[in-house]
């Protein structure tokens, strides 16, 4: 099994930054993909940003793009999401994904993740 808890979470106003970070735990070595997807109240779950096992392949939803960094730290067993020019619209629950199918390209699709984080709110105010 595998453990992931997300942390950074917060209040800002639009235009501030935030900084989220997933440490996972457990049978890290299974883990191949790690997403952070996000929740709005009312909406459903969408995919904001992934990364592989090497890094080398890194996918982000176009509504985040220039704004969002994805990182990873294999060693470290983390994965960081740096949000820039956060705009109202980006409030929302953010949580961690973890994937543990052996492949290298990044999934947009939820249900393709075993693991999962219990969220962290980011709210922005305009």
């Known amino acids: 099994q595998v453990q992931l808890v997300e942390s950074g979470g917060g209040l800002v106003q639009a235009g501030a930054s935030l900084r989220l970070s997933c440490a996972a735990s457990?049978?890290?070595?299974?883990?191949?993909?790690m997403s952070w997807f996000r929740q709005a109240p009312g909406k459903e779950r969408e995919f904001v940003a992934g990364i592989s096992r090497s890094g080398g392949n890194i996918y982000y939803a176009d509504s985040v793009k220039g704004r969002f960094t994805i990182s990873r730290d294999t060693a470290k067993n983390t994965v960081n999401l740096q949000m820039n020019s956060l705009k109202p619209e980006d409030t929302a629950v953010y949580s961690c994904?973890?994937?543990?199918?052996?492949?290298?390209?990044?999934?947009?699709?939820?249900?393709?993740?075993?693991?999962w984080g219990q969220g962290t709110q980011v709210t922005v105010s305009s």
């Open positions: 994904a973890a994937d543990r199918t052996a492949r290298n390209v990044v999934t947009s699709r939820s249900y393709e993740y075993e693991y």
């Open positions: 457990g049978r890290t070595e299974t883990i191949y993909v």
